[in-house]
């Protein structure tokens, strides 16, 4: 586990994230708090979640980029061929965000300190991406926010903020 490293994701009530390669619903105070709490920070994506990005790379954040293929190269951000590429690039810095898709955090997920988990209170069933299961035994909520939907957004959602359980902790 790395404590620098975190996973900042929104997902539905049965771990939906994505449809061809786009979100699942459009949450403004989602989006303002994703700007909010990677400005300035380091961010890993894999190609697909690149690709589905309106503007690329972020702005004012270190971009790394996961590829399997070696040839692929994207401007403005920095490649990884590999896990550990990836981690032996961002490491060093304050604070790194593992901001998707699937594939990513799935590999991610065993390493990470801190889950950033927007809970959105609706089930997509046209979802063709999906969060890995999430053993909630080895997480401490530290944090929760429930917000009601309104006029911009669709559906009940809650910020949440998890940090992994210390062996010592335990
Ligand atoms: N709800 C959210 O918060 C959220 C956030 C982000 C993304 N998403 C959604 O997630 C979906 C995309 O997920 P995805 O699983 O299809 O794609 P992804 O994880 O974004 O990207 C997958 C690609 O990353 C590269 N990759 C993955 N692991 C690698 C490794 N260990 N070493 C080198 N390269 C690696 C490969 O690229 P190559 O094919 O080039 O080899 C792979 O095909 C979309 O629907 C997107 O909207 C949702």
New binding site residues.
Partial sequence: MYKNLFI????GRNNE????????THLPRDMKRFKLLTLDTTVI??????H?LQVKPLPKRRNIV????PT?RFPDCEM????D??LTLALKDDRVFV???????R?FLPLVSRLYL?KINAAFDEA??F?PDIDFSQWNLQEEEVCSADEKHRYDYSFCIYDRIQLSEK
């Fill in positions: 900042i994701v929104a997902l994230i994505g449809r061809e390669n786009s979100l699942l994506m894999g190609e697909n979640t690149y589905s996961l590829s399997f293929d692929h990884a061929y590999s896990i590429e990836a901001i998707g898709g699937a594939s990513v955090y590999q927007t063709d991406a969060f």
